[in-house]
Nanobody, 124 residues
Framework: QVQLVESGGGLVQAGGSLRLSCGAS????????MGWFRQAPGKEREFVAA????????YYADSVKGRFTISRDNAKNTVYLQMNSLKREDTAVYYC?????????????????WGQGTQVTVSS
């Protein structure tokens, strides 16, 4: 089992920044692909970013490329999502997810464990 706990969400003005964190416990964190997803009201959950176990391979949704950065610290069992130049359309609940092994992928069906989510609200 892997337990994931997100933190760092909140209210921010458009153009501002937030950094989300996701702490993991349980099975070997360093062997997991980690991903961030988000779900806005009335919309389906969508992929945001993912990072390989080594941190050497990352993948971003086009909507966040150049604004968001995913990173991880395996010594701290933590994955981060640095979000800059936030837009109103970034408003959503952000979820951390873990995939046991494998490659960096965007499909939510490939992830095995999920956190409870953290709310990010961007105001104009």
């Amino acid at each position: 089992q892997v337990q994931l706990v997100e933190s760092g969400g909140g209210l921010v003005q458009a153009g501002g920044s937030l950094r989300l964190s996701c702490g993991a416990s349980g099975r070997a964190f360093s062997s997991h692909v980690m991903g961030w997803f988000r779900q806005a009201p009335g919309k389906e959950r969508e992929f945001v970013a993912a990072i390989a176990w080594s941190g050497g391979d990352t993948y971003y949704a086009d909507s966040v490329k150049g604004r968001f950065t995913i990173s991880r610290d395996n010594a701290k069992n933590t994955v981060y999502l640095q979000m800059n130049s936030l837009k109103r359309e970034d408003t959503a609940v952000y979820y951390c997810a873990a995939r046991l092994g494998g490659t960096v992928v965007a499909g939510s069906e490939y992830y095995d464990y999920w956190g409870q989510g953290t709310q990010v609200t961007v105001s104009s």
